[in-house]
């Protein structure tokens, strides 16, 4: 089972970017897809998780901005993020509970310019 995360890049401040987070392989059960970031310095700390019915949670610094989102199948998730501000930047990093274990993408950095 991997994890595959995507869609990073450089944007103003006041932009927008999404990030995927696709997981592949013999997956039997999802229970969540999560997006953590961690900024230089900082520990990483939850952005927002998507359960498996499609319950959505979110750090409380990006709440009304980001929204997680799966596909039909449960096995792909995408983080909206719109608003973006500078203290946004940081690597992001997708993890997902699959199969009772926990699993994590690479980090895909996320850079807002003002």
């Known amino acids: 089972v991997q994890l595959q995360a995507s869609g990073g890049g450089l944007v103003q401040a006041g932009g927008s970017l999404r990030l995927s987070c696709a997981a592949s392989?013999?997956?039997?059960?999802?229970?969540?897809i999560s997006w953590y970031r961690q900024a230089p310095g900082k520990e990483r700390e939850l952005v927002a998780r998507?359960?498996?019915?499609?319950?959505?949670n979110y750090a409380d610094s990006v709440k009304g901005r980001f929204a997680i989102f799966s596909d039909n199948s449960k096995t792909t998730a995408y983080l909206q993020m719109n608003s973006l501000t500078p203290e946004d930047t940081a690597v992001y990093f997708c993890?997902?509970?699959?199969?009772?274990?926990?699993?994590w993408g690479q980090g895909t950095l996320v850079t807002v310019s003002s």
């Open positions: 993890n997902a509970r699959m199969n009772n274990q926990n699993y």
């Open positions: 998507i359960t498996g019915p499609g319950t959505t």
């Open positions: 392989g013999r997956i039997f059960s999802m229970n969540h």
